[in-house]
């Protein structure tokens, strides 16, 4: 069934799926999903997304980071959850920091793209 809306490039249709959950505007609400999902959730995710960070990030690379269309931005924006996601994991098998203390993420504002 294909998506009336798509959220993402039509390139990048087998990411859509993670679009609606992981395509977040702020770096603390990817922090906070990172931390309130599962390791097969963020497995899964992980598994589609890790492969297209390159093409992705090319794809983006064709506009300017101040006028990015929305779907391009959608597209940065899961490009970074999935930068979030990735230490997780590849080393720690959990959404926590190991050995990190109580590490947490406040950010007084976000970083402009």
Known sequence: MTNINPLLPQQFSEL???AAVWSLETEAERWNMRMT????TMQAFYDAGFPALQDALAYCDKFP???LPDDARNLLRLVHSVIMVAMCVEIWHQPKVVDGGDAVLNRLT???F
């Open 16 to 18: 859509e799926g993670f």
């Open 37 to 40: 999902s599962s390791m097969a």
């Open 65 to 67: 980071l101040d006028d």
């Open 110 to 112: 976000e970083p402009s």
